[in-house]
């Protein structure tokens, strides 16, 4: 009985040893594979760390430029006898007045939207010189009423020139109703009346200049608010 005992707990303490070894090596396997995932995932944190350090010093080193080399001035409210309502993150502003008694007029302006080259002034080498274009849009409306009419310009940087002249109604119900002739394709005698017409309300050669200085300016202004926009993104 004694040697059956003994036998017994040899054969017991044979198994354990076993399942001691064997529990052993699969946790030393399992520590092996934690540590080299843990290894793996540290070094592309620290990749994706100097990647975004990079990318953040790129952005402040950008802005700190924009600032140096041209900084913007807070935008105008006033230009004349017009409120100036600008449009942050938009490449749109608004500007609007009344004239005489119950006259309304809102002027819309892009950002700068196209150029054209020019030939230089008495250069005879023929070089040329870059105009820049806003597109502007003039509504004139009197009182209450549901017609207004709508002068569709281009904004030169020294000069405003009417390229069509619709007059709407804002409650019509027509399909295609007739937009009116190229104000190009008229006579001058009618082209500088209506010119007449506009300079009289302010909307002259002087408000382009002033609108291209406004959008200069605005777009330094949008362009250093979207570059500190990515860098908070990134950094948060």
């Known amino acids: 009985m004694a040697a059956f005992l003994r036998a017994s707990r040899r054969s017991l303490f044979s198994s354990c040893g076993i399942l001691y070894s064997h529990g052993q090596q699969s946790s030393l396997h399992s520590s092996k594979h934690i540590f080299q995932f843990s290894r793996s995932h540290a070094s592309q944190a620290i990749q994706k760390s100097l990647f975004e350090s990079n990318i953040l010093r790129i952005l402040r080193n950008e802005i700190e430029y924009q600032l140096d080399y041209a900084p913007p001035h807070p935008p105008v409210t006033k230009f004349n006898t017009f409120m100036v309502e600008d449009?942050?993150?938009?490449?749109?502003?608004?500007?609007?007045?009344?004239?005489?008694?119950?006259?309304?007029?809102?002027?819309?302006?892009?950002?700068?939207?196209?150029?054209?080259?020019?030939?230089?002034?008495?250069?005879?080498?023929?070089?040329?010189?870059?105009?820049?274009h806003i597109s502007v849009l003039v509504d004139i409306w009197k009182g209450e009423g549901s017609e207004f009419l709508e002068f569709v310009c281009s904004s030169w940087p020294n000069s405003l020139e009417i390229q069509k002249v619709y007059l709407l109604r804002s409650n019509s119900s027509r399909a295609q109703p007739y937009m009116g002739p190229n104000v190009k394709d008229l006579n001058s005698g009618f082209r500088d009346g209506l010119n007449e017409f506009l300079k009289a309300r302010g909307v002259d050669d002087e408000l382009s200049t002033f609108l291209h200085e406004f959008m200069m300016n605005k777009d330094r202004i949008e362009a250093i608010g979207w570059l500190r926009k990515i860098q908070s993104f990134i950094e948060n």
Do not use: C, S
Not at 88 to 99: A, C, I, M, S
Not at 116 to 127: G, H
């Open 87 to 132: 449009r942050p993150g938009e490449q749109w502003v608004t500007l609007r007045r009344k004239f005489g008694e119950d006259e309304h007029i809102k002027i819309e302006a892009t950002m700068i939207d196209g150029a054209i080259t020019v030939p230089k002034a008495n250069d005879e080498n023929l070089a040329e010189d870059v105009r820049l």
